[in-house]
Structure formats: C-alpha cells, structure tokens
C-alpha cells in the first residue's frame, strides 16, 4: 500500500515536468541534433559488435 501511495504522489508531483526524449531531440537546434549525431557516430564507430543485438548489451552495460 505505501509503494501504491508513493508512486501515486510521485507521478502528481512530477506530471508535466518530462517530455519524451524523440520530442526533446526534434526541439534541438539544427547544429545540436548534428553535433549530437557526430558525437553519437564516433563512439558507435569504436564499439566492436556485430548485431543490434549486442550493441544494445554493450550500451546497456557501460
């Protein structure tokens, strides 16, 4: 019951205060998304994996 309680007042408290993260990406200035997007490339670049599947172990994990 106190979790319940909990959760419930957690989310009251923060309602309104998070925005999904495609919605926060698309709202960054055209030079961000890009400076995001080369940043992003470059670490991919040096990860040594084979399938989506672990590369999301290997980002998961670090």
Same mark, same amino acid.
């Given at each position: 019951?106190?979790?319940? /309680?909990?959760? /419930?007042?957690?989310?009251? !408290?923060?309602?309104? $205060?998070?925005? #999904?993260? #495609?919605? %926060? /990406?698309?709202?960054?200035?055209p030079?961000? $998304? $890009?400076?995001?997007? &080369?940043? @992003? %490339?470059? %670490?991919?670049?040096?990860? &040594?994996?084979? &399938?989506? @599947? $672990?590369?999301?172990?290997?980002? !998961?994990?670090n």
């Amino acid at each position: 019951l106190g979790g319940a /309680l909990g959760g /419930l007042l957690g989310a009251w !408290m923060t309602s309104g $205060q998070f925005r #999904p993260v #495609p919605q %926060i /990406l698309l709202e960054l200035p055209p030079a961000e $998304q $890009q400076k995001l997007y &080369d940043e @992003a %490339i470059g %670490i991919l670049r040096h990860l &040594d994996w084979t &399938d989506v @599947a $672990q590369l999301i172990r290997l980002v !998961m994990a670090n």
